[in-house]
């Protein structure tokens, strides 16, 4: 299992970033809309959808991703997407998880679905086109905090953070990750050259509150995800990655940290 997720680990990153540096913003956008629809599949696997249902989702989702490039190339869809994204990862989902809330139905299934994968592909584009050293800093940051929380919580972990939903997952855990982020953004500014070590003018203790915030946020993301695959009966969301399962499974916290992260630049900006 860890030599299959080497393996893919030393495949994907690459490919990865080099997709990120070099493609252009309509080839970024193609890949990462593909992304969104294999994650799209395995959302619908969740929602327990047979497979002419997962095909369906799928193309309604591709019709989604094209409607949302045209009408966000005017401005039209930014305020209430955005919006709805703060609403429901700082509220929402914090609700549904301390509730250990149950959704059944398929159609709501599918429209949790499209909450959380449109906006995640549009913070992809939007949030690269600002810059793709702001995209880099923030997907590190969560994988990061994901190390930090794995490794604090096999050394210390003894206090529970989510059992019925996550029985590994520790509170010490948590600290790591939380400690981790604000360290990994301190380091950035301290060696990232200065055009892209100080976003937005921040300070370094700023800028490591913020991280810790998403930090914060990716553990929900991440919650969230595998309370989905609980209530579905599933371990993973998908086997496309060997040693990793599913697409979901490698971006759930992106889908929560991305999406806020993009939603927090817009109102800062429209409010100024």
Not at 21 to 30: C, D, E, G, I, N
Not at 75 to 82: D, E, H, S, Y
Not at 156 to 168: F, Q, Y
Not at 244 to 265: E, Y
């Amino acid at each position: 299992m860890l030599k299959q997720r080497v393996l893919a680990a030393a495949v994907l990153i690459p490919g990865f970033l080099l997709a990120l540096f070099y493609s252009s913003p309509l080839l970024w956008m193609l890949l990462m809309g593909g992304v969104t629809l294999i994650a799209a599949w395995e959302w619908a696997r969740i929602a327990t959808y047979p497979i002419f249902g997962r095909v369906l989702y799928v193309l309604a989702l591709a019709l989604c991703l094209l409607g949302l490039y045209f009408f966000e190339r005017d401005g039209l869809t930014a305020p209430p997407m955005w919006g709805l994204v703060l609403v429901f990862w700082l509220v929402i989902t914090p609700l549904w998880l301390a509730q250990h809330w149950v959704l059944r139905q398929r159609g709501l299934l599918a429209l949790v679905g499209l909450i959380v994968l449109l906006p995640t592909w549009q913070a992809m584009l939007s949030l690269r086109a600002h810059g793709v050293w702001l995209l880099l800093f923030l997907m590190l940051l969560v994988w990061v905090a994901d190390i930090a929380a794995y490794v604090c919580g096999r050394i210390w972990g003894k206090h529970k953070l989510a059992p019925r939903i996550s029985p590994g997952k520790t509170w010490e855990g948590v600290a790591g990750a939380l400690v981790g982020g604000a360290l990994y953004a301190l380091s950035w500014q301290a060696w990232a050259p200065a055009d892209y070590a100080h976003f937005f003018g921040l300070s370094p203790l700023g800028l490591a509150l913020v991280a810790v915030f998403l930090v914060a946020i990716s553990i929900i993301g991440d919650l969230f995800e595998s309370h989905m695959k609980r209530c579905a009966g599933l371990k993973d969301s998908g086997h496309l990655i060997p040693g990793h399962g599913g697409i979901l499974d490698r971006i759930d916290s992106q889908t929560s940290v991305l999406p806020v992260a993009c939603a927090a630049m817009y109102f800062l900006q429209w409010i100024k």
